[in-house]
């Protein structure tokens, strides 16, 4: 079975604070691929990044970083000196390397994040 | 590159009417698109796998006659709401899938339908 837990639901802190959104998964496959995307108030996904399962090195973006750790089968999102912007609802999926339909994604219930000025 | 089209970005429609959302590949082809239906302060919930020249594969408890898909092309697939009654009013997104890296898919802006 293929899933993806986002345990936080909501998320509230103030400007300049660093914010770290868990994300656990768990799959059968040994390749996967791994995905955060940002939903603003508009409502169109925004990619953030993309992680395959091979690759445990940990990234960094500016202010986001992740850290993917298989032994514990989580890939967490961390913002630095969190902004206003960032306000919005932070999706983590999964991209098996097999099913019956390549290129599926399963998503996490989303973790909404509201910075305070 | 990789852009995705909808259309309308908004609709509102009578209950009892149908609605036609058109999901676009705008700069490659696409052979398979997703159709998904979020809910406010959810989750994205697949409803059906789009796939061009074949009958679109719905997700378990999604009904196939009220939710009308038709990929025709290998840049359009549209999505139809039969009889649509105030529970449906969603935001509904689609996504396309390019196969050339990653098998990656790339979405669209979503529509948000509200049926009174």
């Known amino acids: 079975a293929q899933k993806v837990t986002q345990a936080q639901t909501e998320i509230s802190v103030v400007e300049k604070e660093d914010v770290t959104l868990d994300c656990v998964y768990e799959?059968?496959?040994?390749?996967?691929?791994l995905f955060w995307y940002k939903q603003p108030p508009s409502g169109e996904l925004v990619f953030l990044i993309r992680?395959?399962?091979?690759?445990?090195q940990n990234e960094i973006s500016g202010r986001y970083s992740w850290n993917f750790q298989k032994s514990t089968s989580s890939f967490n999102f961390t913002i630095t000196a969190s902004q206003v912007v960032d306000s919005a609802v932070y999706f983590c999926?999964?991209?098996?390397?097999?099913?019956?339909?390549?290129?599926?994604?399963?998503f996490g219930r989303g973790t909404q994040l509201t910075v305070w000025p | 590159g990789a852009v995705v089209s909808q259309h309308p970005s908004w609709v509102i429609c009578k209950s009892g009417t149908s609605v036609k959302i058109e999901c676009r590949s705008l700069?490659?082809?696409?052979?398979?698109m997703f159709w998904y239906r979020q809910f406010p302060k959810q989750s994205l919930m697949l409803m059906a796998t789009?796939?061009?020249?074949?009958?679109?594969?719905?997700e378990q408890g999604v009904e196939k006659d009220k939710f009308l898909i038709n990929h025709a092309s290998l840049t359009l697939s549209t999505l139809t709401v039969t009889s649509a009654h105030p529970e449906d009013s969603s935001f509904y997104i689609c996504?396309?899938?390019?196969?050339?890296?990653?098998?990656?898919?790339?979405f669209g802006p979503g529509t948000r339908l509200t049926v009174t």
């Open positions: 996504s396309a899938l390019r196969t050339v890296d990653y098998y990656e898919q790339y």
């Open positions: 799959t059968r496959d040994t390749t996967y691929y």
């Open positions: 992680r395959n399962s091979f690759d445990e």
């Open positions: 999926a999964l991209k098996p390397s097999r099913g019956s339909t390549l290129g599926r994604l399963y």
């Open positions: 700069d490659f082809q696409a052979t398979t």
């Open positions: 789009s796939n061009e020249g074949s009958k679109a594969t719905y």
